[in-house]
């Protein structure tokens, strides 16, 4: 499956484990920044969804978490460290994952 969210382009590759015989979710985050292309490879649990579809739906949710938790930190006050010296990191947020 492939969508684009936020200006990125998500792509979802299940992949099966054959030690557990299940699907493991496997999502792909690209976008370009500064004219530079950036990829962020994501991966969710092993031994979990027994459907392809059901690995396939948890993979783009978890993109989609990454992506709003990535834009989040990028717009957060505390997420430039020039602000307050070196010692800020950028703040990021977990958005809630639905589970089959």
Known sequence: MEEIYKARRI????????DTDCWIPYAEV???????????????PSDRFKVIDQA?????????????????????????PGKLGSAAEPITARAPIRRP
């Open 11 to 18: 792509r979802t590759m299940p992949r099966l484990n054959l």
């Open 30 to 44: 690209s976008w370009e920044e500064e004219g530079i292309k950036r990829i962020q490879l994501l991966s969710g």
């Open 56 to 80: 396939e739906v948890y993979a783009g949710e978890m993109a989609i978490a990454w992506i709003d938790a990535e834009v989040m930190g990028k717009f957060h006050p505390l997420s430039d």
